[in-house]
Nanobody
């Protein structure tokens, strides 16, 4: 059974930084490309960062976060990270991790990120 547990969110001022973590279990983590998604109130869930699996070293970022967010993974810990810097109020959302492109049906609870002064 796939389980995804996100953590690390919080309230931060504009320009601040946060590091999100997602612990995964129930599947062969290292072989799967992973993504961070976010959903703001009244908006659809969107993918903001992707990292390849199976040894593929690629990363992909949405234009809205490019240059500010960095996705990484630790296959030994079955964990994917999202380092967020220069945060903006428009980054406020619930952040989730899941398989890239075709998410698993099972989502975690997400972690709330609020950027506000």
């Amino acid at each position: 059974q796939v389980q995804l547990v996100e953590s690390g969110g919080g309230l931060v001022q504009p320009g601040g930084s946060l590091r999100l973590s997602c612990a995964a279990s129930g599947y062969i983590f290292s072989a799967i490309a992973m993504a961070w998604y976010r959903q703001a109130p009244g908006s659809q869930r969107e993918s903001v960062a992707v990292i390849g699996g199976g040894g593929a070293g690629y990363t992909y970022y949405a234009d809205s976060v490019k240059g500010r967010f960095t996705i990484s993974r630790d296959n030994a810990k079955k964990t994917v990270y999202l380092q967020m810097t220069s945060l903006k109020p428009e980054d406020t959302a619930v952040y989730y991790c899941n398989r890239a492109q075709i998410p698993f049906n099972s989502w975690g609870q997400g972690t709330q990120v609020t950027v506000s002064s």
